[in-house]
């Protein structure tokens, strides 16, 4: 809650538009950007894996990424309705973002196909035991959500755009929001069309590519 802050508004760090990629690039290029960051990684001797990502995003693919943890722990939690515009259609989302998030026993997949060979599952697992993994500023698109969840100072129907905590996202003026100063979430099951945080470690990173479906539920 696969897996999320800032405070503009989300229409201003993520521009609408479409893709050219065929279904083949969606599935090899995320590929392709954390191979890379974890070769560079593992090169210079730093564990675990961290990842800086930039609050600018191309547009969406609009491919489903499935999300799973044990738990999911966090504070400076906020939610409130969105469009998320991708190569496949607009679709209305939930946005989940915390500020501070830990995942414990965290699978991300993403299930494509490749024309003229099939299905292809993109894969990644880390979090495993007593180290979590930790994002920063971490926001969620979604249009699926499941689990057992506890809220601590919840405020529920405030208007997205004036939540009251510093580095909590904003979203537009008038939507129905609701936040939180801290939640928590076991057995998260999550679908998701975007993921994205200012800082993702991912201690115990395991990646696999394979032919075929294979996603974390």
Not at 15 to 21: E, L, V
Not at 124 to 135: E, F, L, N, Y
Request: charged share 15%.
């Amino acid at each position: 809650m696969s897996p999320l802050i800032r405070g503009t508004s989300r229409s201003d760090r993520r521009p609408p538009g479409r893709t050219s990629w065929t279904r083949t690039a969606v599935v090899l290029v995320p590929v392709l950007a954390v191979s890379t960051a974890v070769a560079v990684g593992a090169g210079a001797g730093v564990v675990p894996v961290s990842f800086a990502i930039s609050p600018t995003t191309t547009a969406l693919s609009g491919q489903n990424i499935q999300i799973a943890a044990d738990r999911l722990t966090g504070t400076g939690f906020t939610q409130y309705v969105t469009i998320d515009h991708t190569a496949e259609g607009d679709f209305p989302q939930f946005v989940s973002a915390i500020a501070s998030a830990e995942l414990h026993n965290l699978c991300q997949s993403v299930v494509g196909s490749v024309p003229g060979f099939g299905q292809v599952t993109l894969r990644i697992s880390a979090g495993a035991g007593d180290k979590p993994v930790h994002a920063d500023q971490l926001i969620v698109d979604s249009d699926d959500l499941s689990g057992d969840a506890e809220f601590h100072d919840i405020r529920i129907g405030v208007d997205a755009s004036r939540t009251d905590t510093e580095g909590r996202a904003q979203g537009p003026a008038g939507a129905v929001g609701q936040q939180a100063e801290s939640v928590t979430i076991d057995h998260l099951r999550q679908t998701t069309k975007s993921v994205s945080a200012a800082t993702f470690r991912l201690n115990g990173l395991h990646m696999t590519v394979k032919k075929g479906a294979d996603p974390c539920f």
